[in-house]
């Protein structure tokens, strides 16, 4: 089960970083944990995986993963990085 919940998390991630949106720069703001990990069973796993923080701004705080530099599982960290180089956003000249 452990497993199955982990192959999920780390299918949403990547799938993250191969559409998410980023600026000129090629850069990803703060994801929010939750849209990666809907239940308390999949956080915990996404916790084993990338380091989560609570992130504040300004309507309020949630628990957050910073894009790159939080990865604790480094083979899962690598196959974002190659989801993120396919990603067809990168460096659109869009900001923000």
């Given at each position: 089960m452990v497993n199955e919940i982990k192959k999920?998390?780390?299918?949403?991630?990547?799938?993250y970083y191969r559409t998410t949106g980023c600026?000129?720069?090629g850069q990803i703001s703060t994801i929010s944990a939750r849209q990666i990990a809907k239940t308390d069973e999949e956080m915990n796993v996404l916790k084993d995986i990338v380091g989560v923080a609570l992130v504040g701004y300004q309507y309020g705080t949630?628990?957050?993963?910073?894009?790159?530099?939080?990865?604790?599982?480094?083979?899962?960290e690598t196959m974002c990085k190659q989801a993120f180089i396919t990603n067809p956003s990168r460096n659109n000249g869009n900001n923000w």
């Amino acid at each position: 089960m452990v497993n199955e919940i982990k192959k999920n998390v780390v299918d949403k991630l990547v799938e993250y970083y191969r559409t998410t949106g980023c600026d000129r720069y090629g850069q990803i703001s703060t994801i929010s944990a939750r849209q990666i990990a809907k239940t308390d069973e999949e956080m915990n796993v996404l916790k084993d995986i990338v380091g989560v923080a609570l992130v504040g701004y300004q309507y309020g705080t949630y628990e957050g993963i910073f894009p790159w530099g939080s990865f604790k599982d480094k083979d899962v960290e690598t196959m974002c990085k190659q989801a993120f180089i396919t990603n067809p956003s990168r460096n659109n000249g869009n900001n923000w």
